[in-house]
């Protein structure tokens, strides 16, 4: 495990992944509001043609299943996911053997997932996908990591990270009281989980 601070040393990174004879999956991991969505729409941005964006988030169950199940509370933990679904989307990812590829998008002003929100062609070189949970290693979580050909994990100050999400859910419609407790609550314990994954990577990020 290397620890990088530099985005142009990411990029190389990405490219090179891109460059090989085959699809390449990297995975960006880290604890909730540590940036992983913002890294992975950058290294989309600089390889530009070669890269899609698949994100875990898009297997979230619907409110209406979690509400069913009585973990609509939980929002985000990962029983709250359909984790099978999202190894069965990476499987076909990497055989890269169909024309096109739909991949569902987690749209925060809806707090819903889209399905066949994202295509991605045959001919895309490199899928970044982004999550809390890929190097979790547990139940058919712990799946996930052999799917990917390199894992990155964001690492941020908590305070930051948590004044960020603060901010987030507050942007997409809970008050500051609600947003702090959902952070304090909810996004805590799962940050605790995914901290505990940080050694598995392949590169511990480390922007600020």
Do not use: C
């Not at 390449?24 to 899609?52: H, N």
């Not at 929002?75 to 055989?95: C, H, I, M, N, Q």
């Not at 964001?154 to 500051?176: K, N, W, Y």
Request: proline content about 4%; aromatic content about 6%; overall charge negative.
């Amino acid at each position: 495990m290397i620890r990088e601070s530099s985005i142009h040393a990411l990029v190389d990174r990405a490219r090179r992944l891109a460059e090989g004879n085959r699809r390449a999956i990297l995975g960006i991991t880290g604890a909730p509001g540590a940036g992983k969505s913002t890294l992975a729409a950058r290294m989309a941005d600089e390889l530009a043609g070669l890269a899609v964006v698949v994100g875990m988030d898009g297997f979230h169950l619907s409110n209406t299943e979690l509400a069913r199940l009585g973990r609509r509370d939980r929002k985000g933990a990962p029983d709250t996911f359909d984790v099978l679904g999202y190894l069965a989307l990476l499987e076909r990812l990497r055989r890269a053997d169909e024309d096109v590829v739909y991949a569902p998008e987690f749209r925060r002003d809806l707090e819903e997932s889209v399905g066949s929100a994202v295509p991605v062609p045959a001919g895309t070189p490199l899928v970044v996908t982004e999550g809390n949970y890929l190097l979790l290693d547990s139940g058919p979580w712990a799946r996930v990591s052999g799917l990917l050909d390199e894992a990155w994990y964001v690492d941020l100050p908590d305070a930051e990270r948590e004044r960020r999400l603060i901010r987030r859910h507050v942007e997409f419609g809970r008050t500051e009281a609600a947003a702090d407790e959902w952070v304090r609550r909810s996004d805590a314990r799962n940050a605790d989980l995914v901290a505990r994954t940080a050694g598995r990577a392949d590169v511990v990020v480390e922007l600020g």
